[in-house]
Structures are given as C-alpha cells and as structure tokens.
C-alpha cells in the first residue's frame, strides 16, 4: 500500500534533529520519488559520506514492516544495503541505510535483469536455508 509521501524540508523539527545528530548537517539533499513505502525517502550527502534515510509515521498500520526490515537487514546478504541505524523521534520511525547506486529493476519479459533478481532471490534464500527458521521466533 502506498503512502503519502512528504518532502524532507517537511518532516518535524525533532525528526530532522534526530537524524542529522546521527549523520551531521546535510551538504545535499535529494528527496526520492521512487517507492511506494515511504512516507519520507531522502538520500543525504553529509561531511562523512552518504546516506538513504526513509520514514513512516509511527502511528501508520505500516509501521511493523518496517520494524521487520530493520530487524532483519543485518542477516541479509552484504550486497543488500546495510542499516546504519534505526530511530524514532518526532512522531517518525526512521531507518538510514548505506548507499548503492544503481537502476530500479526492470522486471519485464527479457530483461536482463530478471537474472539478476533471480541471483539475489537464491542468495536470500540460501540465507534463510542456513538459519532454518531463525527469523520467525524473532519476527512473530
């Protein structure tokens, strides 16, 4: 389900605070349009480097799946960005992650990159294999 999506400039004071006292000021910001998740997506450059941050308003029906992705990101494999940090602070929940450059996925018949979603798909899998189950009693 889609959200809503709020420019960075926009979101609370004491949400802006709590991320820029994790990463410094920001030099630039970009906010993103892409996905649909998000109530607020920025990718940041700051003086020690980049970073992606999104946000859902902790009172949104959402709010548990992104707990689970920041639950689960340090199990996934090192080609998926790693989470840098998780906050909450002014009524948003707020998860920074590495940056990755790269194109979205096109996911259309004869795409070349439906092979490589397949590769990343069998790694995550091989993961999940390997923790027989480890995930479950944590994400329940």
């Not at 920025?42 to 949104?60: M, N």
């Amino acid at each position: 389900m889609s959200m809503t999506r709020l420019a960075w400039h926009h979101l609370p004071p004491d949400a802006r605070a709590a991320i820029e006292e994790r990463t410094g000021p920001f030099l630039t910001a970009a906010d993103v349009s892409t996905g649909a998740n998000s109530g607020v997506v920025v990718k940041a450059l700051t003086a020690s480097g980049e970073v992606f941050i999104k946000g859902i308003p902790v009172d949104h029906r959402q709010v548990k799946t992104q707990l689970r992705e920041a639950a689960v990101n340090p199990y996934l494999p090192k080609s998926c960005p790693q989470l840098l940090w998780h906050v909450q602070a002014g009524g948003w929940g707020l998860l920074a992650f590495e940056v990755i450059e790269g194109p979205i996925a096109d996911f259309s018949p004869g795409s070349p990159d439906l092979t490589l979603v397949v590769d990343a798909l069998t790694e995550l899998a091989l993961r999940v294999e390997a923790a027989d189950g480890h995930f479950s009693h944590r994400l329940a």
